[in-house]
């Protein structure tokens, strides 16, 4: 089965899938690996840290794969965000831009020709980034993990009433980490998907093995996961922050978001029910083992025609 | 395109889409619509009020229609459930039980060898009924409207991880009201859908024109619209309702645990945020007019053929 949307066309890679961004370890080995397996992967610049180490681990990952990759821009969370871009440009790596407004980055990605997907938390955002010229779009609804605001929806929100409204093609975002979350996206209109989680359960994700059999032995019933990933601040102490937004330096003010976001520890209900997983989104559902990144790909894909193999109802046509 | 599923060969239907309850408004009237239109029709029996009334509006329903439609018997909130039952019984039509714990009457369903359906807001409660010997479940995700429970998931995360954990035929619910829902439930391992919602805003459906209105005009993204129906009470306060559940009887108990629920006019966010439509779940997204119910379906159903023909993505096998 041949994986062709808009996504595989813009990014040259074999399947509609995008590899997230990781703060802290999204770096080019892990990045190359995703590419290696057909998915578009992804540096995330924040842990290049400099402006040149950047530029090594570009050059790094292209000798590592003939496979697609980009770099991840973070608002708020990537040093010299405007170095990092030149840096981009200069490599001709297409680029994610991230979380807020990217309007000050924005005229200098269209006047460099180079690819531009931006990633919100929310539909209005997303088509704002369209407005200023991006080419494709991802929305994270509310069962991924990172920056929530009290007005996100679930994915399936996201892409059933967000999607169509979208001309550029839509990536879908939030829990997503099976065959059948592949599906489901772009059955419903997405033109792919990114995972974050996922990926973290995979060999080559370079964070502890801890934390990965957490996610495997997890599940997206736990209430205190539930908690932790889906409530939001309340409006009213949300609010607060955000009048905040304007008159303070980023790197002063996303902390005081964050903070105002519940963990899994404020959940007060039951004391018999056990930790989550401390890191992942829902997705923690689809993870069951730990396996390459190659091995994690191929079986999804595998699964999701075997499934689609099985459509008594699209396939009686 | 033939839309078989397990679903439309249990109900034998023309689509594997199922009329959701509505307590107070759910006629047979409303059903016989449904029917028609070719989904499955419920009569909710809290509607007839009393089993005599319940046994004419079956046979009504029956006289106006050839379709098929079953009876919804909502544990808490239909009266007599008891009666309503054998009424079921004694008339041979499917029966949907919903809301909690099903275990008084499934032991007579099942010797009546009645259809049975169950329907709960947690994979784990309709897992329960499949023990029980339910023949078909449905799991309504945290977008849709009704008994939520602060361990409510998302509809993606129903579909993707629970779906998959059924032996029986298993119903996707929550903010599902267009042709890309079906799709992407189905392409996700429903054997069908429910919405209950979407079909408020038909002709047919007995209740006022303003709050049909209110649904066309309203939007998912509406912050207020979104906290009333994704914000769950604190664990805290829910624990402690349902720490009262056994000692109370279900008809002083279950306003309790309603009162606990978040509404629209709680929300402390910005006070320009315009108001919500009062009724109706995230599926006022799909919302655009108010047809028919055959209207509805109709377009629904071609709407998803031809998402469906321009899939490259599977057409290209």
């Known amino acids: 089965m041949e994986w062709k949307t808009r996504i595989t066309e813009m990014f040259d890679c074999k399947y509609p899938i995008l590899e997230g961004a990781y703060a802290g370890f999204g770096n080019w080995e892990f990045a190359a ?14 842990t290049s840290r400099t402006p040149e180490q950047l530029s090594e ?48 980055l924005a005229p200098r990605i269209k006047e460099s020709g180079l ?40 994915t399936f929100m996201n892409v059933t009433w967000g999607a169509p409204q979208f001309k550029v093609p839509f990536v879908a975002a939030g829990g997503i980490g099976d065959a059948r979350g592949l599906l489901g996206a772009l059955a419903m209109g997405a033109d792919g998907i990114m995972m974050g989680t996922a990926f973290m359960a995979t060999k080559e994700c370079p964070t502890n093995e801890a934390s990965k059999q957490d996610m495997v032995s997890s599940s997206p019933d736990n209430p205190r996961l539930r908690w932790r990933v889906m409530s939001h601040a309340s409006p009213k102490d949300y609010a607060e922050v955000m009048r905040k937004r304007g008159n ?11 903070r105002v976001q519940p963990s899994a520890g404020d959940w007060e209900g039951d004391p018999n029910v056990p930790e989550p997983s401390r890191v ?26 075997e499934l689609a193999e099985k459509w008594e109802w699209i396939n009686g046509r």
Chains 1, 2 share one sequence.
């Open 248 to 258: 303070l330096p980023l790197n002063e003010w996303l902390p005081m978001l964050e």
């Open 115 to 154: 690819k531009w997907i931006h990633k919100t938390a929310r539909v209005k955002d997303s088509l704002h980034a369209e407005e200023l010229g991006a080419d494709a779009v991802i929305v994270v609804g509310v069962e991924g993990v990172g920056f929530k605001n009290p007005e996100q929806l679930p």
């Open 57 to 104: 681990d570009i050059r790094s990952c292209r000798k590592a794969t003939s496979g697609s990759f980009g770099v991840n821009l973070s608002f708020g969370i990537c040093p010299r965000i405007d170095e990092m871009l030149e840096v981009c440009i200069e490599e001709k790596v297409p680029v994610e831009t991230a979380v807020y407004r990217p309007d000050s």
């Open 280 to 305: 992942g989104s829902l997705a923690v559902g689809a993870i069951k083992s730990v396996p390459t990144v190659k091995e994690f790909i191929d079986n999804m894909i595998r699964e999701a025609e």
């Open 33 to 46: 690996a995703c590419a290696e397996a057909g998915v578009h992967g992804l540096i995330t610049a924040s």
